[in-house]
């Protein structure tokens, strides 16, 4: 059967904006979320700025309860269950609150590690003989399938309920593993997407590998530098998106809103081989699994009105600009509009991928391309590739159709998704 899969609802935890409404402002406007870390400054961290998302107490107890929130210290399961409650009410969907459960309905929410905070805090009580007081929900906030486990309970949802983990790529995947079950007919309905937990214990080997930038810990929002020749490294935060996959046939016959559909896309690895290793892309895996993901979306390269890229501001983002050249077979004015939300939010790591598709989606729902902020200083090697007018630094108000969304992972894994405007 050719099932048509459709987004009814999104949800959102930014480090520039919690909740749909002030994402899109955000996004609009070139507004960063990235600022001073006393936390990271004090354990003498080289990069001292980071994207933390801020969730006053009050927004959580509109999640959770007070006797959940006891001993809660997992701010990766609060982003995703916050960001996957907001699509889910945004979809305009109900929560099973009786006993059977919702049989047509499952999530795949991706992770990379969950609750380092609870973790350390769990070590610290064993080690001083205190384990009978670590809590009935130690596991449930450290497990890696905490966050889907949280939401499948406080939705009810009665279909497949699991957690991917596949580095930067996980957010991207979870659309595009939701996709195929709503293809199958194995559900009607996903909620998909990616969390992040914030802090030093999440962030600190990536400052130990190196590959943060440390010239800006005084002037924290020209930190993140994606494209830029001064880029010197990406900076880390964290964060949540979250996606409503729907049957069409159902988001039709229950007069839901439709955001965008999902065309396709495709998933792959480089191996670790000519030239991939546990943190560099195989260029010819990359190039093939955007041409790929255009064959399964049934798409061609100059069907594409804009790419949302992966674009991390290091060294990598000209190789990746020349990938996707190289798999377009499209250069200098003919490639499409490219831009990268990590110039105003940070590397959210395992939620980057559902943290800009959302951005994605909402650029063809409201007809909108969001600006690159802090690449006045374009590298050449992007530009001896591509004309700097695909690389807006401005908003530009215009109706898109087509939007491919990338991610490229540490293990040498990749995934790119084609979303489409709903008519």
């Given at each position: 059967m050719n099932?048509?899969?459709v987004?009814?609802?999104l949800?959102?935890?930014a480090?520039n904006?919690?909740?749909?409404?002030?994402?899109?402002?955000?996004?609009?406007?070139?507004i960063?979320?990235?600022?001073?870390d006393?936390?990271?400054?004090?354990?003498?961290?080289s990069?001292?700025?980071?994207?933390?998302?801020?969730?006053s107490?009050?927004l959580?107890?509109?999640?959770?309860t007070?006797?959940?929130l006891r001993?809660f210290n997992?701010?990766?399961?609060?982003?995703?269950?916050?960001?996957?409650?907001e699509?889910?009410n945004?979809?305009g969907?109900s929560?099973?609150?009786?006993?059977?459960?919702?049989?047509?309905s499952?999530t795949?929410f991706g992770?990379?590690?969950?609750?380092i905070?609870?973790?350390?805090?769990?070590?610290?009580?064993i080690?001083?003989?205190?384990t009978r007081?670590?809590?009935?929900?130690?596991v449930?906030?450290t497990?890696?399938?905490?966050?889907?486990?949280?939401?499948?309970?406080k939705?009810g949802?009665g279909?497949q309920?699991?957690?991917?983990s596949?580095a930067?790529?996980?957010?991207?995947?979870?659309?595009?593993?939701?996709y195929?079950?709503?293809k199958?007919g194995?559900?009607?309905?996903m909620?998909?997407?990616?969390?992040?937990?914030?802090g030093?214990?999440?962030?600190g080997?990536?400052?130990?590998?190196k590959v943060?930038t440390?010239?800006?810990?005084d002037?924290?929002?020209?930190?993140?530098r994606?494209m830029?020749a001064?880029?010197s490294?990406?900076?880390?935060?964290s964060?949540?998106?979250?996606?409503?996959?729907?049957?069409?046939?159902?988001?039709?016959?229950?007069g839901?809103?439709i955001?965008?559909?999902v065309?396709?896309?495709n998933?792959?690895?480089?191996g670790q081989r000519?030239g991939?290793?546990?943190?560099?892309?195989?260029?010819?895996?990359?190039?093939?699994?955007?041409t790929?993901?255009?064959?399964n979306?049934?798409v061609?390269p100059?069907?594409?009105?804009?790419?949302?890229?992966?674009?991390?501001a290091?060294?990598k983002?000209?190789?990746?600009?020349?990938?996707?050249?190289?798999?377009?077979?499209?250069?200098g004015?003919d490639?499409?509009?490219?831009?990268?939300?990590?110039s105003?939010?940070?590397?959210?790591?395992?939620?980057?991928?559902?943290i800009?598709s959302?951005a994605?989606?909402?650029q063809l729902?409201?007809?909108?391309?969001?600006p690159?902020?802090?690449?006045?200083?374009?590298?050449?090697?992007?530009t001896?590739?591509?004309d700097?007018?695909?690389?807006?630094?401005?908003?530009?108000q215009k109706?898109l159709i087509?939007v491919?969304?990338?991610?490229?992972g540490?293990?040498?894994?990749?995934?790119c998704v084609l979303?489409?405007?709903?008519?």
């Amino acid at each position: 059967m050719n099932r048509r899969v459709v987004i009814t609802g999104l949800g959102i935890v930014a480090p520039n904006g919690v909740g749909i409404p002030a994402f899109t402002h955000a996004i609009q406007n070139g507004i960063s979320g990235i600022k001073h870390d006393a936390e990271l400054e004090r354990l003498q961290f080289s990069c001292q700025i980071a994207g933390k998302p801020e969730i006053s107490t009050e927004l959580s107890l509109q999640y959770f309860t007070e006797l959940e929130l006891r001993n809660f210290n997992s701010s990766g399961i609060l982003y995703g269950v916050i960001a996957g409650m907001e699509a889910w009410n945004d979809a305009g969907l109900s929560i099973a609150i009786q006993d059977e459960p919702d049989w047509d309905s499952g999530t795949i929410f991706g992770t990379g590690t969950s609750g380092i905070d609870k973790f350390r805090e769990s070590i610290y009580k064993i080690d001083d003989f205190q384990t009978r007081r670590l809590g009935s929900t130690a596991v449930a906030q450290t497990m890696n399938s905490g966050v889907s486990a949280y939401l499948g309970g406080k939705l009810g949802l009665g279909n497949q309920v699991t957690t991917n983990s596949s580095a930067c790529t996980t957010g991207t995947e979870s659309i595009l593993m939701g996709y195929e079950r709503i293809k199958l007919g194995q559900a009607k309905r996903m909620l998909v997407g990616s969390t992040s937990d914030s802090g030093p214990y999440i962030w600190g080997g990536f400052d130990a590998m190196k590959v943060c930038t440390f010239k800006h810990n005084d002037s924290p929002e020209k930190g993140s530098r994606p494209m830029s020749a001064s880029a010197s490294g990406f900076v880390l935060s964290s964060g949540a998106g979250a996606l409503v996959l729907e049957d069409l046939e159902s988001a039709l016959a229950r007069g839901a809103k439709i955001y965008a559909e999902v065309l396709g896309g495709n998933i792959n690895s480089g191996g670790q081989r000519g030239g991939g290793t546990m943190t560099a892309p195989n260029a010819n895996a990359v190039k093939r699994c955007i041409t790929d993901a255009l064959v399964n979306a049934k798409v061609s390269p100059n069907e594409i009105d804009a790419i949302n890229g992966h674009l991390t501001a290091t060294s990598k983002d000209g190789l990746e600009l020349n990938n996707w050249s190289e798999a377009l077979q499209l250069k200098g004015k003919d490639f499409p509009y490219i831009n990268s939300l990590k110039s105003m939010v940070g590397h959210c790591l395992s939620a980057s991928g559902s943290i800009e598709s959302v951005a994605s989606v909402l650029q063809l729902h409201h007809g909108f391309i969001f600006p690159n902020i802090n690449c006045e200083d374009l590298h050449p090697e992007i530009t001896a590739i591509i004309d700097e007018s695909q690389i807006p630094q401005q908003l530009i108000q215009k109706e898109l159709i087509i939007v491919a969304k990338a991610s490229f992972g540490f293990g040498d894994v990749n995934a790119c998704v084609l979303f489409k405007k709903y008519n």
